[in-house]
Nanobody
Framework: QVQLVESGGGLVQARGSLRLSCAASGSIFSINSMGWYRQAPGKQRELVATITSGGTTRYADSVKGRFTVSRDNAKNTLYLQMNSLKPEDTAVYFC???????????????WGQGTQVTVSS
């Protein structure tokens, strides 16, 4: 069974740090782009950061300079280092990934179940 599992969320004080992980498991041939999204209560899900298989990154303006996205291709794992956290960063954080399951096959978008990040003031 192919799945993405996030970990690393929790409660942290403002100006603190957290590191999220997202591990892809199952029968996977390769992984294209991966990304982090978040959804705060009453709001739409929004992009936080993405990273291509070659390491090109993109960030939402609200997190630039504070968050860093990275990936370990050997471990099929995505990371999000979050520094200088603010109360407005409070949300459920989701990872996604474009997974190729067989050689020369199409890619499919998978989502993790989400992990809660709460930043107290």
């Amino acid at each position: 069974q192919v799945q993405l599992v996030e970990s690393g969320g929790g409660l942290v004080q403002a100006r603190g740090s957290l590191r999220l992980s997202c591990a892809a498991s199952g029968s996977i041939f390769s992984i294209n782009s991966m990304g982090w999204y978040r959804q705060a209560p009453g709001k739409q899900r929004e992009l936080v950061a993405t990273i291509t298989s070659g390491g090109t990154t993109r960030y939402a303006d609200s997190v630039k300079g504070r968050f860093t996205v990275s990936r370990d291709n050997a471990k099929n794992t995505l990371y999000l280092q979050m520094n200088s956290l603010k109360p407005e960063d409070t949300a459920v954080y989701f990872c996604n990934a474009q997974l190729v399951l067989v050689v020369r096959g199409p890619s499919y978008l998978y989502w993790g179940q989400g992990t809660q990040v709460t930043v107290s003031s």
